[in-house]
């Protein structure tokens, strides 16, 4: 029960909030030079686009100033996201990936005279990019639980407690956990179902 | 941490259990998102159309010196496109353009404001290095000054040799500039003069 001090409390905004307004509007709002809808578009995706720079570049410090450049990138180019060809998260992503694809490839002509020789069993680059691709789809796709269901999701996955823990901790019932828990892997089931296959 | 798909979904048969334990497995697998960093606890401030103002009455040449001063000051990415002709440019202040994910990373322009005359006129010089050359008929590149959800107001067309050479045109436009305007250069296809077509730099 230990990890439970260190949890947030169960009524905190998650981080990004779920403010209502699309990422579309938000990159509209952007492309206008509104900063407050910068700085909403920030607090939503600092945390997968980090995620994403981590697994691809395995570099902290790297990592962190792609997500600085992703965000200025997102800033000179959010005029450029056509609304009609489908919606913000997509063409986020793609944004975020190739300041994260640059700052790779800086990387590799800066230390290519010391690349290994011998292939290792590490995963590749193509690996690491499927593997960060499906875990941004897997955040989206929680983020757009409804509150109820990503609380308990985040909880059982990536908190450390067990579900009985769970239970005493958001003052339920075990069975209220049980059910919650189905019905939201039943939800990302369907928005995921294309990563299922 | 619960990794137990059995003991978190223990009444559920069939192929609806194994669509649950796929995305069981995703979660697993997809792990927690990374705390930020304390560098990345906040935004940085977004990249501004900020002008930096040159001192009054300076020619060219001087106006040359304050942009490299500019741009050593302000990391770089200063065009300026004065060659050193005989055709004085007073400019008061320079703004600088970056690429968008439609152009190529090393496409830059900048824009050399000169003094606003009697009427309220003024010239720009704009430096575009970088963009490619256009093959269609009838299609050109255009400056356009953007002032929030307003007005997207056009400030001039131009074409390029090629992303090898650098390429300074003069507008004169009468437009206010204030804060939080943007320039944005784009691609326009033949037929497309009202709006901004493809939008490939951007302050």
Same mark, same amino acid.
């Given at each position: 029960m230990q990890a439970i001090a260190a949890l947030p409390s169960p009524t905190d905004a998650p981080p990004g909030g779920h403010d209502g307004v699309s990422d579309g509007d938000l990159?509209?709002?952007?492309?206008?030079?509104?900063?407050?809808?910068?700085?909403?578009?920030?607090?939503?995706?600092?945390?997968? %686009?980090?995620?994403?720079?981590?697994?691809?570049?395995?570099?902290?410090?790297?990592?962190?100033?792609?997500?600085?450049?992703?965000?200025?990138?997102?800033?000179?180019?959010?005029?450029?996201?056509?609304?009609?060809?489908?919606?913000?998260?997509?063409?986020?992503?793609a944004v975020a990936r190739n300041a994260i %694809?640059?700052?790779?490839?800086?990387?590799?002509?800066?230390?290519?005279?010391?690349?290994?020789?011998?292939?290792?069993?590490?995963?590749?680059?193509?690996?690491?990019?499927?593997?960060?691709? %499906?875990?941004?789809? %897997?955040?989206r796709a929680v983020e757009g639980l409804p509150d109820h269901e990503r609380e308990l999701v985040e909880l059982a996955y990536w908190s450390g407690l067990s579900q009985s823990e769970i239970a005493e901790f958001l003052d339920i019932p075990l069975g209220t956990v049980k059910t919650r828990t189905r019905s939201a892997l039943a939800h990302l089931a369907d928005v995921l179902e294309d990563d299922l296959r | 941490m619960t990794r137990d798909f059995d003991e978190l979904v223990d009444d559920v048969e069939g192929e609806e259990r194994e669509r649950l334990r796929r995305v069981h497995d995703l979660l697993v697998a997809a792990g927690p998102l990374p705390e930020l960093t304390q560098k990345l606890e906040h935004p940085s401030a977004p990249p501004t159309a900020d002008i930096v103002f040159f001192p009054k009455r300076r020619h060219a040449a001087a106006a040359v010196a304050a942009a490299a001063i500019a741009a050593a000051a302000f990391g770089g990415g200063y065009l300026v496109g004065h060659s050193g002709g005989g055709d004085e440019f007073a400019a008061q202040g320079v703004v600088s353009l970056q690429s968008t994910?439609?152009? $190529?990373?090393?496409?830059?322009?900048?824009?050399?404001?000169?003094?606003?005359?009697?009427?309220?006129? !003024?010239?720009?010089?704009?430096?575009?290095?970088?963009? $490619?050359?256009?093959?269609?008929? !009838?299609s050109y590149y255009r400056l356009w000054l953007k002032k929030g959800e307003r007005a997207t107001l056009p400030c001039g067309d131009f074409v390029v040799e090629g992303p090898e050479k650098r390429t300074t045109v003069? !507008?004169?436009?009468?437009?206010?500039?204030? $804060?939080?305007?943007r320039w944005i250069v784009a691609y326009? $296809?033949?037929?497309?003069?009202?709006?901004?077509?493809?939008?490939?730099?951007s302050t």
């Open positions: 990159l509209r709002r952007i492309a206008d030079g509104d900063t407050a809808a910068f700085e909403i578009l920030y607090r939503r995706y600092a945390r997968p %686009v980090f995620g994403l720079a981590l697994r691809l570049l395995r570099d902290r410090s790297r990592a962190e100033d792609a997500v600085q450049e992703t965000f200025a990138a997102i800033w000179r180019s959010a005029g450029s996201y056509r609304p009609e060809r489908g919606p913000g998260a997509p063409w986020l992503y %694809v640059d700052r790779a490839r800086a990387r590799r002509e800066q230390t290519f005279a010391e690349a290994p020789d011998e292939p290792t069993a590490a995963p590749g680059p193509a690996e690491r990019a499927e593997s960060a691709y %499906v875990s941004w789809r %897997v955040h | 994910v439609n152009a $190529p990373e090393t496409a830059r322009a900048s824009i050399e404001l000169g003094e606003r005359d009697a009427a309220g006129n !003024f010239q720009m010089a704009v430096t575009v290095a970088g963009l $490619p050359k256009l093959k269609r008929r !009838f003069r !507008f004169t436009v009468s437009y206010k500039v204030d $804060p939080g305007d326009q $296809p033949p037929g497309e003069h009202e709006e901004p077509g493809r939008i490939l730099l």
